[in-house]
């Protein structure tokens, strides 16, 4: 004599549920966010030591010694940070001691990009 089981009844749900509102997929100004970045910096760290090596120009290899990064993450710095994130003008140029990277104004940018024109 077993008793059957009874199902539990729920009650109607009294509260809508509200949809929720999506971020805006706009991404900001990076001229904008480069200068308040720069303006929040604090000093003495490893971004900031890696921005000064770049203003003169270095290669990985010094890069990762001075921070203790792995090549990999000074690659994802490049992108992440000084590309997208502050919105800086990193080129590359080959040397003898390797590839040096370098921050450069758009200005000096724009005077390059009308030599390569002119040669072509």
Request: charged share 25%.
């Amino acid at each position: 004599m077993t008793s059957a089981k009874s199902k539990r009844k729920t009650a109607p749900r009294s509260v809508k549920v509200k949809p929720v509102k999506s971020r805006s997929l706009k991404r900001p100004n990076p001229a904008r966010v480069a200068s308040s970045a720069r303006d929040k910096m604090r000093t003495g760290t490893k971004n900031v030591q890696v921005i000064t090596m770049l203003q003169t120009g270095a290669t990985i290899a010094a890069i990762m010694a001075a921070t203790g990064w792995q090549q990999h993450s000074v690659r994802g710095f490049f992108a992440g940070v000084v590309r997208k994130r502050l919105g800086l003008n990193l080129v590359s140029e080959p040397s003898d001691d390797g590839r040096v990277y370098r921050i450069i104004s758009d200005t000096a940018t724009s005077a390059k990009t009308g030599q390569v024109k002119q040669a072509a």
